[in-house]
């Protein structure tokens, strides 16, 4: 019998808000080099970033391929300032580096609510 399928976090919202609130998150993500949110909102970050910032190391070289992976990354970011800070600036740092680009700290809990924070930055 095949096991029961996961269903993906969930932040309570329909998938069109889902998706822009990850790209919200990435590209501050990528502006500060590091965040605070909640820990499923970090945990849920995590492989997207990693993968805009694989896409990102790809488009540095040359080819017919590299202006299709910036597209790429504009078209799920929406911010051309923080596509070119990714392409330009953080990707370079990583071309060495076979994945593991971001770190997901614990914080404790939040003062209000008692939401269980995290720190996820570019390592």
Known sequence: MPATPRRARSFGHSAHHQKLLMANLAASLFAAEGIVTTEGKAK??????????TKAIKAQ?????????IR????YLNDKE???????????RYTGRNGGYTRVL?????HG???PMARIELV
């Open 113 to 115: 609510d008692n939401a």
């Open 61 to 69: 070289g040359e080819g017919p391929m590299r202006i299709h992976r």
């Open 72 to 75: 790429q990354i504009q078209s």
């Open 82 to 92: 923080m596509t070119n800070k990714l392409v330009n600036v953080v990707a370079p």
């Open 44 to 53: 849920a970050l995590r492989p997207i970033a990693e993968k805009l910032i």
């Open 106 to 110: 614990k914080l404790g809990p939040r």
